[in-house]
């Protein structure tokens, strides 16, 4: 193997070793790295660690890609399990649990990516494509179900007139041939996924439901009725 692609990989398993002990940071304090602690835990002196990461919003602009992308990965995998594709409400409830799955088993890095902004930390526009694909797989079982025929245009609905704009413009830039309102109520459906899992991984329903697997597969069941799902 030539000397630079031993370069490349020692390289590559460096930042991975950062990420990993990164990611423990993170489950045991939050989002508050520090690029000396990470570097202390490896048996490094602290300069040494900016030759792989340049600085702390570096790293974690690194993790929240690979956050997003390992959650991108969940909802992909979880739709592509579902053999039946014209089944629309299985594949919503599949990727619906996907999501939440993924982040009881990551709760950390689902923080990261959904808690409190970092204090003076703004994400790149680099983490907006990542970040996209788990919403696009529920839009996309949209799309597919109307485009095959399976779910019917339900017609004009009462979107105030601002967000009918909005989604008119991100329909046309990511979901060409989907009617609005099929897209206003799938907006709905992803947001209040994301809020479900949110409200359980924070602490909001604790005392009051005990029977997380079967609550949260009722409310998923609620937004594919909203959405229309068959």
């Not at 570097?39 to 790293?59: F, K, N, Q, T």
Request: hydrophobic share 45%; glycine share 8%; proline share 6%.
């Amino acid at each position: 193997m030539p000397a630079a692609a031993i370069r490349a990989r020692a390289r590559a398993e460096m930042i991975n070793e950062i990420k990993t002990i990164a990611r423990r940071h993170l489950a045991a304090e939050g989002a508050n790295l520090s690029l000396r602690a990470v570097a202390r835990d490896m048996g490094m002196v602290s300069s040494a660690i900016y030759r792989y990461v340049p600085s702390r919003d570096e790293l974690l602009t690194a993790l929240i890609l690979d956050g997003y992308q390992a959650l991108g990965d969940a909802a992909e995998a979880a739709d592509a399990e579902v053999t039946a594709r014209t089944d629309l409400r299985g594949r919503w409830l599949a990727v619906s649990h996907a999501v939440r799955r993924w982040a009881l088993a990551h709760p950390a890095e689902y923080a990261l990516l959904f808690g409190s902004p970092v204090p003076g930390y703004a994400a790149p526009q680099e983490t907006t494509v990542a970040a996209s694909r788990t919403p696009t797989t529920l839009i996309r079982i949209l799309l597919d179900g109307f485009t095959t025929g399976v779910l019917a245009d339900p017609g004009p609905d009462e979107l105030p007139g601002p967000v009918h704009a909005d989604l008119v413009a991100v329909r046309d830039h990511l979901f060409a041939g989907l009617p609005e309102t099929l897209l206003a109520r799938g907006s709905v459906g992803w947001i209040h996924c994301f809020g479900a899992v949110s409200f359980e991984l924070f602490g909001q329903l604790d005392g009051l439901i005990t029977a997380r697997d079967e609550y949260f597969d009722h409310q998923m069941r609620r937004m594919a009725d909203l959405i229309g799902l068959p």
